[in-house]
């Protein structure tokens, strides 16, 4: 009942304002400001269930009219990430399918042109330092930049970094701040306790932000680790934008090239779920210490 | 050769035709990071007047990349019709615009003194074309190819079928498959990307591809892009092989860096012309696109745009079947915005087909790009009045293994209703035979991917 | 530690039926298949068969004894004519099924016969179990994932009919009818009955003949019978309501049918009849092996397609069992597990799912859950290890996972002080971090084997094999042992 009459005082409203609209009494600017007040006015339903919101109807809905063999169809659909089985309007994609992939796109660009919020980082006790981009649109045209710290970052890691640690870990912006917020606050944990469990030093992990993979390659001139461990998020894809990877660099230099890291990529939780993630590289980072070395080098020893 | 030129009140004046070259580009951010772009609006223009004043031979006599040093411009080079080069070179580059817009200027005269352009020519003259002109001009010429089947029919409009897995699972990519045919994808080749670039592989992907073509008798290519020596082992293996695919650029340096020569590709062409499946006599494809040297630091400090037209005058002397460009797909460090792939898009679609390249264009744009899914319908739609020969067809436009957005198989049939195209012809008379297709327009029962499983 | 990508085993099948007895041994391929920077992923991924050997009629001693010693001369036999010797051998099961497993000695032989046959070949039987691992074989699993199609496979045998349904190649259903072509024995190619067994003599009840041991037998006289019989197998397909010879016959509960069935294929002896042109004509043709097989199988095909049933063609007929066995029998865990290597490998686990829905929020609720279900069944008091099984954490959190790997070492306190082997199974990919989190959480030194992505259900019990792939990835067979239920 509640939410019947919130429905209609929303309607008087509307045809109040738009009344007085017509008789110039109201600004369209302004009515739009008044509508979102009143609005605002209605309690928002905590229950996710609440009947009315509109959300994506599931993606197991047969979306083609009479298939051939629906259980195919399925199927297939199972078989692949692919928007395959989605169904058409004329040549047109569905509605429902066209209103999904501009989500997936919004998510996906959020993920890149957002950035990691102070509050994650306070959240997860994570000191932060800049590359030598400035903003967001020279970090993506200018890679260049995301591979070296700025001058300020350089300071505060000689001033505060424990020096020769044997293992250094560096969460990394990257393309994605969605991977970030979604994967570390279980990663992390589960990495460091994988690594402490076995006496391993590890550095405070920092983070970086518009940082690309070859950052580590400077920070480790400065702290002068054994092992430098980039968490970083991958570009995004329209399947999922949480996706991250771990970048592992034994004892770089300036010689290193991209053949001598060992990488680990797909975490997230429609992948190896960072939690599960966290004790497998904590396994590999030992294995790579034992080795002395990583990337091509470190596969040739195994 | 004047290199220096007056816009109103300003005097503009420049170094070599190489600079003049990159600052008569429009703005893209590939040419900003390397440091070579035109610093203000005037001197962009600045540059494009010097260029029309330019005649061909003085372009002729200054390639950017010197002979001796480079394969690509040997290629170009040795390649070229020198009595037809001899006809033209008096003309400037503002006379060439204007005699490829020209009523009476037909495509196939184009397409006859293309045999005297050099690859920088071709770039020179784009440089002074507007979105329209190079509409215009693209338009006039057809280039057919034969494979299996003849792309570039007049009238008609095809797609590479693109039905990439994340793990190369062949279950998943027979599905999506089997998604674009039912909506009349796939005509110009059925090419999968390999996550795992290597034989078994490649040969289980070819071998599933070319079984299901049998099958369905579905008439059409088949080619897994793999790289060329991959590609070239299972040949030797017994793969079915029809098209040979490789991605090109246009220096040595970033061709290296690809891991491949002029002494690799002859031989992959011998290869397939003895041992592919295919009738020919266009048995190779190549990817392209602006940026490429960029991003693999052998640029030279030569701009995109004119590296690109090299990569085609590399292209064209192995007469492939197909060529398809995907400047979107290089990165915002390159192309940044929507705006930016659509000149980008439309040069290269003219370019390509001004050296007489059965030209494709992939209207794409990946997740970290200023780009969306309005900038991409846009850039179909004008390079299909352009005449591009094909685009590709990804499931929903998103392929999942490559992470990037291209033309979806709806967008596929969309384009052809829209402007009166047909598949071409055999693998239309296929879509009747399967029930999709009847007088050009889908049926019913199209975009229903389980009419192979009955 | 060296790390190939692939690896080789070989598996051994053992089907021990009513009517033969047969063996097949087939290499499996295991490889990692993921790409390069992806975490591993093991996977088997071929089968092959690299040796079938004869089909032996079973030997017996007498009606109600197995003859162990034939039985294991057999395995000797074909292991020397496949080149083998049992600790070539990697893995695999024995499977006792149909009439055979109601024998007196059927659980001492296939225990002893599974050790005899190699390392880790595991002891089987079960009637679900052997109608999947026929359906398995004979290639109905496959293609009711290939063609997208329900399928439904009937192994039809000397004793019974084992019938798995398959959709999108997982079996959905399961059943067991004691119809098998061996239930009446005759002298060969003649027609006189010298044997009638138990649900032979129902079905000769119900059907309103009245034969006898030592009576001979004309065509006419028969095919009532068999068509009486057949119609109870036909008859598990079509409803729900059964009559009451096809209720006292099912050895199981019957089908649900929730699925509509659009092929049915026919494995086991008699199946090559059900596919033939041309049923028997005489009673020669009928009894060619003491029995009644061939005429089961005509009949069968005539009520199928009566009731309009479309016959589909299996790749294995009177194999199926035995490959299903050989090659199917196997699973493989999870490929980021935590454990030692020198635990394994480990039989006989009894598992127990303290968890019944989601696991609860605290470390003290879940021990607590935990100490009740060893309690109620007694683990504590016996010599043997259990495997604690549960789907999930509370959630994929790291915070979720360190509690319950609190609360299993609360929980399993008094198990550990005996200094027996923690052992879980986890269906989240969870393994490693929840091993690491145990390991983390205790100072005892621990034996430990953590692996995940398996499904396992209470009280069944599981043998776990060495560690393959240089420690990414264990083998582990479920088996079903109805002499234990």
Sequence with gaps: MAVANNELEKVIIQSVLEELAKKGLLSTKSKDHVMSAAMMGTPLHSDDSSDDMVTFPSLDEMQISNPINADAVKAMKKSTPARIGIGRAGTRPKTMSWLRFLADHAVAQDAVFLDVSEEFLNNNQLMSVQSAATTKDEFLTRPDLGRRLSEEAVKIISEKCEKNVQVQILIVDGLSSSAIEANIPDLLPSLMQGLKSSGIKVGAPFYVKYGRVWVQDHVAALVKAEVIVSLIGERPGLGTAESLSAYMIYRPDEKTVEADRTVISNIHKGGIPPVEAGAHLADVVKQILAAKASGVKFNQQK | MILKAKVYNKVFAFKSL??????????????????????????????????????????????????EEDEVTRAIYDGLNLRIYQEIKSWTVGYLREYILEHKTSGDALLHISRGLTSEMIAAVAKLMSTMDLVCGAKKMRIQSHCNTTLGVPGTLAFRCQPNHPTDNVEGIMAALKEGLSYGSGDAVIGINPVEDNVETVTRLLETVKNFMTKWEIPTQNCVLAHVTTQMKAIEKGAPVDLVFQSIAGTQKANDAFGVNKEILDEAFA???????????????????????????????????????????????????????????????????????????????????????????APCYTNHMKMDQNDQEMGTLLCAMAGSNFFMGVAGGDDVMLSYQDTSFHDDASTREILGLRPLPEFEKWLEKMGIMENGLLTERAGDPSIFDK | MPESSSQTITSVGIDIGTTTTQLVISRLTIENTASGTLVPHVEITEKEVIHRSQIYFTPLLDRDLINAVAVSKIVEQEYLAAGLTPDKIDTGAVIITGETAKKENAKAIIDALAGFAGDFVVATAGANLEGIFAGKGSGAALFSAQRHQVVINIDVGGGTSNYAMFHEGKAVESTCLNVGGHLIEFEPQGDRITYISEPAKMALHISGQRLQV???????????????????????????????LTRKLLMTPSLRLEHPIRKVMISGGVADYVYSQQGPTTMSEVTAYGDFGPLLGWELKNCLETAGFVLEKPNETVRATVIGTGTQSVNLSGSTIHLQEKTLPMRNVMVISPFISIIPESAQEIAAMIKKEMLRLQIDHSESSVALAMKEPRSMSFVNINLLAQGVLLGMDDYLSQNKPLILVIEADCGKVLGQCINANTNRPLEMVCIDQLEVNDCDYIDIGKPLMGGRVVPVVLKTLVFNR
């Design chain 2, 271 to 361: 290869l397939v012309q003895r041992k592919g499946t295919a009738t020919g006599p266009n048995l190779l494809y190549f990817e392209t696109g602006q940026g490429s040297e960029v991003s693999l630091d052998a640029h030279l400090g030569v701009d995109m745009m004119t590296l690109e037209a090299r990569t085609y005058g590399y292209a064209r002397n192995y007469r492939p079947f197909m060529t398809n460009n995907v400047s979107g797909f290089i990165g915002p460090e390159t192309i940044y915005s929507g705006r930016e792939v659509l000149r980008a898009d439309l040069e290269d679609l003219f370019m390509g087909k001004l050296h007489g390249l059965p030209m494709g264009i």
């Design chain 3, 214 to 244: 030592g009576e001979r037998v004309t065509l006419a006289q028969l095919r009532p019978v068999v068509k009486a019989m057949a119609d109870c197998v036909v008859e598990v397909l079509k409803t729900t309501l059964l009559s009451e």
């Design chain 2, 18 to 67: 190489k600079e003049v070259m990159s600052k008569a580009n429009e703005e893209k951010s590939g040419d900003e990071l390397v440091g070579i772009a035109a610093t203000s609006a005037s001197e962009r223009v600045a540059a494009k007047l010097i260029l029309s004043n330019l005649t061909l031979e003085d372009i002729y006599n200054n390639p950017v990349i010197p002979y």
